[in-house]
């Protein structure tokens, strides 16, 4: 089946410290994927994407790269703000029938970022 | 303009009333989603409309009634919900096509049921 795993938060780090949320998914096909950023009382917001294996999605000095082989997209950051305070949430997409693409979540991951 | 609008953005009613939420882009998409979002939960798929059609509903009760005006509007219709209804629901739209087309949410309206 299709499905997501992230790593369990919260997060909390220290402003300017390095960040990573890790994510694996399973899949049938060859999904698309997905990093999607929710701030407090706001609803989800695209942060990156990627298509295709080894492509690396970046925005707003987020990365990640997919990884076929370790079936991983791993968010990363290298100085977080306290501004990045928000839920991540990683997703894939995958046909489905038509030619919808179903989003599939993971469990999203709260990151607090003190001053 | 990629912008999803939601209205309203809070709305309170309770078990025996009659309500609706509408959703609204133009952004030229022709597939939109209603999700329903608990706290600290990602968003559940409710339904899915394809060119005006509904595509996917995923086993969401009667008292929740989707509806595809146009290729621009998306309403939900509320009737006799639950106070277990209460959360954020979300409407989002997509281009059609491939699986690497994202999808862009609205700000979502918080539900209380009373």
């Known amino acids: 089946g299709n499905s997501v795993t992230q790593m369990e938060g919260p997060v909390t780090l220290s402003e300017e410290a390095f960040l990573t949320i890790n994510c694996t998914y399973t899949?049938?096909?060859?999904?698309?994927l997905f990093w999607y950023v929710q701030y407090p009382g706001e609803g989800l917001q695209l942060l990156l994407k990627?298509?295709?294996?080894?492509d690396k999605g970046s925005n707003k000095g987020f990365e990640a790269t997919y990884r076929k082989e370790t079936t991983s997209f791993h968010l990363e950051k290298g100085s977080v703000q306290v501004s990045d305070s928000a839920v991540y949430f990683c997703?894939?997409?995958?046909?489905?029938?038509?030619?919808?693409?179903?989003?599939?979540f993971g469990r999203g991951t709260q990151l607090t970022v003190w001053p | 303009d990629t912008e999803v609008t939601q209205t309203p953005k809070h709305l309170v009613m309770g078990m025996t009333n009659k309500k609706s939420l509408k959703c609204e882009q133009h952004m030229g998409h022709r597939a939109m989603y209603w999700y329903k979002q608990k706290a600290k939960k990602p968003p559940e798929l409710m339904f899915v409309?394809?060119?005006?059609?509904?595509?996917i509903n995923e086993s969401v009760p009667s008292r929740f009634s989707p509806e595809c005006p146009n290729s621009s509007l998306l309403n939900l219709h509320l009737h006799a919900l639950q106070p277990e209804d209460s959360a954020l629901y979300l409407c989002?739209?997509?281009?059609?096509?491939?699986?690497?087309?994202?999808?862009?949410f609205g700000p979502g309206t918080r539900l209380t049921v009373t």
């Open positions: 990627a298509t295709k294996a080894d």
């Open positions: 899949a049938t096909g060859y999904p698309s």
């Open positions: 997703a894939l997409r995958v046909l489905r029938g038509s030619t919808l693409g179903r989003l599939y």
């Open positions: 989002a739209s997509s281009q059609v096509g491939s699986t690497s087309y994202e999808q862009y």
């Open positions: 409309y394809s060119y005006e059609k509904l595509s």
